[in-house]
């Protein structure tokens, strides 16, 4: 059974940072693409950024570039997102997801319905 479980959600300050993990199991985490999405109330869920196998190629949206980074650790099956310098925009559930193999460009990435598996989300609150 594919089991996504996040973890690292939390309230901060605003300029603060937190490390999200999305520890995997039931599948070869080293085989898909991984990727976090969020969703704040009221609003639908956006991509935040997405991971190649091996890491070779990341995409982020425009929203968080330059202030987080997403990184996978296959010895650990863990997917981590680490975020910096965090405003009150920032404030989502927050949700790992498994993209399935297969041909990832900068656009397909953001297009929630290509992933087949999502954690239950972990909450993260920034106040100013």
């Known amino acids: 059974e594919v089991q996504l479980v996040e973890s690292g959600g939390g309230s901060v300050q605003a300029g603060g940072s937190l490390r999200l993990s999305c520890t995997a199991s039931?599948?070869?985490?080293?085989?898909?693409?991984m990727g976090w999405y969020r969703q704040a109330p009221g609003n639908e869920r956006e991509g935040v950024a997405h991971?190649?196998?091996?890491?070779?190629?990341?995409y982020y949206s425009d929203s968080v570039k330059g202030r987080f980074t997403i990184s996978r650790d296959s010895a650990k099956n863990t997917l981590y997102l680490q975020m910096n310098d965090l405003n009150v925009e920032d404030t989502a559930v927050y949700y790992c997801?498994?993209?399935?193999?297969?041909?990832?460009?900068?656009?397909?990435?953001?297009?929630?319905?290509?992933?087949?598996?999502w954690g239950q989300g972990t909450q993260v609150t920034v106040s100013s």
């Open positions: 997801a498994r993209g399935p193999a297969g041909t990832w460009s900068d656009s397909s990435w953001k297009d929630a319905t290509r992933y087949d598996y």
């Open positions: 991971i190649s196998t091996a890491s070779q190629t990341k």
């Open positions: 039931g599948f070869t985490f080293d085989d898909p693409d």
